[in-house]
């Protein structure tokens, strides 16, 4: 079984695509039963479809900020 720290680790991984067909099922596995990491991959999904947008417009600041959020999401992962 997977733990939180693996799913946090792997999270981008799974949002490309870029995982084996074992690993995917196991993560998903994890996704059902742990609401806190469905919310973590969640709010990263959003974050990867807002970025290709915010290229142009957003100013480090607010980039830094976002950056910020995850980080702190990710400190408080148990
Ligand atoms: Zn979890």
Redesign the pocket.
């Known amino acids: 079984m997977l733990?939180?720290r693996d799913?946090v680790n792997t999270a981008d991984q799974l949002l490309d695509g870029d995982m084996d067909r074992r690993q995917l099922l196991a993560t998903k596995m994890?996704?059902l039963?742990?609401r806190?990491?469905r919310r973590y991959v969640r709010q990263l999904r959003a974050l990867l479809c807002a970025i290709p947008f915010m290229h142009k417009k957003a100013s480090d600041t607010e980039v830094s900020k976002v950056m910020e959020h995850i980080h702190s999401h990710r400190g408080n992962h148990?």
Request: aromatic share 0%; proline share 10%; glycine share 0%.
């Open positions: 733990k939180c799913i994890h996704l039963l742990c806190h990491c148990p």
